[in-house]
């Protein structure tokens, strides 16, 4: 029995790692398209049709639910994909909305209408598609009004992440919330909304300074897993848990190993 964690590549893990630890009798099967990483510069019809097919391999494994702990598939497919209906038993859940939740401090699943939230400015720092498909303000119009969200294009963060280039994503990860502070120069709140960037989780604390608070996914989405599963015992899958990856698994295994410092072990996706 396993529930199913997709991300274009090693950023997932961050979730995983968290939902890990909040749901130790879970088994979980993680899936990076790493091939085809980095999603954040694709387009969304590319971004939908890639998520689309890595969902379907992961149903194929026998998960019946699948996490897109991914904000870039999360924006370009989530909604698609339900809109255009799941197979019977199977559900796709993304990573927006347990975080928006605690942004706007509602309690998990609160629908209630849109209403006024203590912080006011918030920066947003995303992927190139994730940033253009405005999912984040979307989403946060549903619960919130009055708050203005600065949004932060973050090229560059996730190749360097996934090259285990540490030095050069440290340096982006500078110069980018450099720049957002240049259109606000004093959020409140920022949120990682990259799946990749809870790993340079201290650069970004330290370059925004300690008077900001950060947001980042891995313990909110594990928070919001435990309480769907609770409601949904009957999703814990058929299938085994363990990691795949349509990349290189070696070269995969070498770097989950190093950012998650304990040995992971990815066979390829067939
Ligand atoms: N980690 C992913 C996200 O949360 C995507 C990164 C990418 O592939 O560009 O957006």
Redesign the pocket.
């Known amino acids: 029995m396993a529930v199913g964690i997709f991300?274009?590549?090693?950023?997932?893990l961050t979730v995983l790692n968290a939902a890990q630890q909040r749901l130790p009798e879970v088994d979980f099967l993680y899936y990076g398209?790493n091939a085809?990483?980095?999603?954040?510069?694709?387009d969304a019809e590319d971004v939908f049709q890639l998520t689309r097919s890595a969902v379907e391999t992961m149903w194929a494994h026998g998960c019946d639910l699948v996490i897109l702990?991914?904000?870039?598939?999360?924006?370009a497919a989530l909604r698609r994909m339900q809109e255009g209906g799941l197979p019977p038993g199977k559900r796709v859940l993304g990573?927006f909305v347990p975080l928006i939740e605690a942004l706007t401090e509602r309690q998990w699943g609160d629908n209630s209408p849109p209403r006024e939230v203590s912080v006011k400015h918030v920066a947003l720092f995303?992927?190139?598609?994730?940033v253009a498909s405005r999912a984040f303000q979307r989403e946060l119009a549903f619960r919130a009004v009055g708050v203005d969200v600065e949004a932060q294009s973050c090229g560059g963060v996730?190749?360097a992440i996934?090259d285990g280039d540490e030095i050069l994503a440290e340096a982006l990860v500078r110069s980018h919330v450099d720049a957002l502070k240049r259109k606000m120069p004093v959020p409140q709140a920022a949120i990682l909304?990259?799946?990749?960037?809870p790993l340079m989780e201290d650069i970004f604390q330290k370059a925004l300074g300690p008077g900001v608070k950060v947001f980042s996914?891995g313990e909110l989405v594990a928070e919001s897993l435990a309480h769907y599963l609770e409601r949904h015992p009957n999703m814990m899958g058929q299938g085994q848990g363990g990691y795949l990856t349509s990349g290189d698994a070696a070269r995969v295994s070498d770097r989950a190993t190093q950012f998650l410092r304990r040995e992971i072990t990815f066979t390829a996706a067939c």
């Open positions: 991300d274009s590549g090693l950023g997932g398209d085809h990483a980095p999603y954040g510069v694709r702990a991914c904000n870039t598939a999360s924006a990573v995303a992927t190139p598609a994730t996730v190749d996934e909304g990259c799946t990749h960037y996914q």
